[in-house]
């Protein structure tokens, strides 16, 4: 024990300060002491005595009685200092004894918890299982580290802490207490404040300590004396305790023996992470090998020699052999094909040599035929004592490759189909918000497939006639599951004008609407084209039964009066009706030879052919050579030329009968026709133009229709006209007038872009 020097003051207050002095003093202090107070003796006793007499005698008797005095003064004064000497010596000597005992005693308190935390170590080497390891670590605190009991608990799902493992608790104290995490009284001793608050907790006198109040008198009959709990952490993460009971008050007083008995805790967390850690690395393992053998695919692995480490029961079952001959053999010791197996190691070499994973095909040859495996071939470091090897994972896809194969063959046909049928698919996801198009409906559109279709881009297409339509039927889809079916137009990218048919319904269990989507444009101009014709032959027929009924009226009209003169022998009269019905019958041949020619516009054609303008214009101009030269016509042709591409025949009717208009209705003794071509808006447009009467603005739609004709009088049927615009059309073109009106002059534009060759 260290004591520090007490200052004066305090020795002045104990009362004495010759007391102190006694106890301070050393041998040569004694000393000088004694010479001090023999010197003070002698002055001071001398001149009292010179003072108090002068007689010789009486001097003489005082000085006996005085050196007397002096010496039982100076016996008693050194008997006194001796004591004090001697008790100081005696009191430091046992003070000193006392420190070597407590001393040695800690020491064999280390010893013995170092001799514990020794063969607790060994233990945690060579014990594996945890219960097992929990009982050996209590046993040895009890036997070599002199404790009465240990053990080790941690709490349950209520808060009381659960004993697992203990020793020296043959009376079963810890049977009949009671003790929780909880801040509870039950909770206040050294095991329960300990785990509740994750640091050690020390009770030295368990008959003192009143948080031991509740254990004390079952404590005390079992010998305990003082308590100690010291916390570690269970794999789970959870806190359990190590308590140990000593027979010795004080004993966990000491830093040294609570660091020591901690790393006791300490290993104890360590060994059962360890065990929990192998445990679950073992669970691993068996998991692994169960997978690894009941795995459908091969898993396998070669060291660098070809020479096989590891075979899976896939594996043995292609080689018709168990797994335990598979070992240490190449591949083709164990039924691989030898071309297959070379090729098979030269992808493990690839793969050593790149370092990196790789996945492959490969084909084996097997009983069955040809098998495609999917393989991925990984290098390892170290297997089985191999310094290098490939490990390998193969799938059998041979049927799988047929189906793609199927599946290849129908999606070809699906992508034709779409592009023969022009139909396309999508699909609209609502919780991504992403949009999906098939190849033809970006053929649809006119964009190629970087263009990423969203919702308000693909609504942009549509036309402003179409888009409120569109938007609307997709929100009811959405929010009422209605189907729709519409027959939209839209803008394409390129600025195409189409129609489009529409269809969409909502799949609420994907959460995505999705449809077909067709151009229908061919469809819709077929349908129009059709009405039109439809209105041409209702025109056709009225008309037809108008013109047609004119001459058979005239004819059955003459043929009464042709009677009625044979009957009266009227012979001039014969001649007449005869001329009469003769007419009727040559304007009912033309009738129906025009509209026999022009029913025969698009049905009758023959194989198209290659000719130049100048061409038809040369053999249009020798067939109407005799009206040319009879009228004196002044026709100016083109100054450039052109490639045409269709029926020879049917360009010259174009071109004749708009001529032949252009002479007929010309007052003029040499009427002046210009042909032209020129390039308007991107489109090559053909022109007759004359100095004729005109046409009224009213005319300019009639003039195209059947038998229809600006003078009645006219030769001809009236079909010229209809029978030109129904070859341009033919042809995907357009025909018009334009004409200020009477007097005027006219000219006859119309487009041929199907006969037209791309430049």
């Known amino acids: 024990m260290m004591h520090t020097r007490q200052p004066q003051s305090a020795v002045r207050r104990d009362g004495s300060s010759v007391r102190f002095l006694f106890r301070r003093t050393g041998s040569a202090d004694i000393v000088i002491y004694y010479v001090i107070f023999g010197a003070c003796w002698i002055l001071f006793s001398d001149m009292l005595v010179s003072r108090l007499t002068t007689d010789p005698f009486i001097i003489s008797k005082i000085s006996i009685i005085k050196g007397w005095l002096f010496i039982t003064v100076t016996a008693l004064l050194l008997y006194v200092l001796i004591k004090r000497r001697v008790r100081m010596v005696l009191e430091l000597q046992s003070k000193h004894l006392a420190e070597i005992g407590e001393r040695e005693r800690r020491i064999m308190h280390a010893n013995r918890l170092y001799s ?56 079963g104290y810890l049977r ?118 009941n795995s459908p695919a091969m898993i396998y692995a070669f060291d660098r020699d070809g020479r096989l480490l590891l075979a899976n029961s896939a594996l043995a079952a292609l080689c018709g052999r168990p797994v335990e001959q598979l070992h240490g053999r190449r591949r083709e010791e164990i039924g691989i094909p030898a071309e297959s197996a070379l090729r098979h190691r030269d992808n493990d ?17 097997q009983a069955d035929g040809l098998h495609t495996y999917l393989t991925v071939k990984f290098p390892l470091a170290s297997y ?15 049927e799988h490759k047929k189906v793609e194969e199927a599946l290849k063959v129908i999606r070809n046909l699906q992508a034709e189909t779409e592009k023969i049928g022009h139909v396309g698919g999508w699909e609209f996801d609502l919780v991504t918000r992403e949009q999906t198009w098939t190849e033809e409906v970006y053929r649809i559109h006119e964009v190629d497939d970087s263009f990423k279709p969203t919702v308000d881009n693909g609504i942009s297409f549509y036309t402003p006639e179409s888009r409120p339509l569109i938007e609307e039927a997709v ?46 444009t061919t469809r819709k101009q077929t349908e129009r084209e059709l009405h039109r014709k439809n209105e041409e032959i209702e025109q056709f027929i009225y008309t037809a039964s108008h013109d047609l009924r004119s001459p058979l009226v005239t004819i059955k009209t003459f043929m009464g009066y042709l009677e009625k003169d044979l009957a009266e022998g009227n012979r001039d009269q014969l001649a007449q009706d005869i001329s009469y019905i003769n007419g009727a019958a040559d304007k009912m041949k033309l009738l129906l030879d025009e509209l026999l020619e022009m029913c025969r516009i698009g049905r009758v054609e023959t194989l198209p052919e290659t000719v130049t303008l100048k061409e038809v214009l040369a053999e249009v101009l020798g067939s109407m050579s005799g009206v040319v030269s009879d009228r004196t016509a002044d026709i100016r042709l083109p100054g450039t030329d052109l490639i045409l591409s269709g029926s020879r025949q049917r360009f010259c009717q174009i071109w004749q009968n708009l001529i032949e208009n252009a002479i007929k209705y010309s007052p003029d003794a040499s009427p ?79 487009t041929l872009p199907g006969a037209v060759p791309p430049k």
Request: net charge negative.
């Open 384 to 398: 089985d004592n191999a310094k290098e090897a490939v490990g390998g994972i193969s799938t059998d896809i041979t």
């Open 672 to 750: 002046r026709i210009e042909l032209g071509i020129r390039q308007e808006s991107g489109e090559t447009v053909f022109s007759v133009k004359d100095y004729g009467i005109g046409i009224p603005p009213d005319y300019h739609a009639r003039i195209f229709g059947i038998f229809e004709k600006l003078d009645p009088k006219s030769l001809g049927a009236g079909l010229g006209l209809s029978m030109v615009q129904r070859i341009v059309e033919k042809y995907g073109g357009r025909i018009w007038v334009e004409s200020e009106g009477v007097g005027s002059g006219s000219c006859f534009k119309f």
């Open 475 to 520: 929100r009811r889809a959405v929010e009422y599951g209605e189907p729709y079916d519409l027959e939209l137009e839209i803008i394409t990218a390129k600025g195409t004008v189409k129609n489009v048919n529409v269809i969409g319904r909502m799949d609420r269990e994907h959460h995505k609407v999705i449809g077909f989507f067709q151009d229908i």
């Open 176 to 293: 009949s207490i009671r003790i929780s995490v909880r801040d509870i009284p039950e909770g206040h001793g050294p095991s329960g404040t300990a785990i509740r608050e994750r640091r050690p907790a020390v009770c030295d006198n368990i008959a003192t300590n009143p948080a031991m109040a509740l254990w004390r008198e079952t404590a005390l009959q079992n010998g305990f004396a003082s308590s100690a709990c010291f916390p570690f952490t269970l794999p789970d993460g959870s806190t359990a305790g190590l308590t140990i009971y000593s027979a010795e008050p004080a004993f966990f007083s000491s830093d040294e023996e609570r660091n020591l008995l901690g790393e006791v805790a300490d290993d104890i967390a360590f060994a059962l992470q360890t065990i929990h850690t192998a445990a679950t690395r073992q669970v691993a393992e068996q998991r692994l090998k169960e997978i690894i053998d």
């Open 116 to 171: 514990v935390l020794s063969a607790v170590n060994r233990s945690i080497i060579r014990i594996s299982d945890q219960q097992e390891l929990l009982e050996e670590i209590c046993r040895i605190l009890v036997t070599s580290g002199g404790f009465k009991t240990a053990w080790i608990g941690w709490p349950d799902d209520d808060g009381w802490i659960v004993p697992t493992a203990s020793c020296g608790d043959e009376s």
């Open 349 to 365: 070499l690839a793969v050593l040599e790149s370092g990196t994973a790789q996945l492959l095909e490969e084909t084996n040859l």
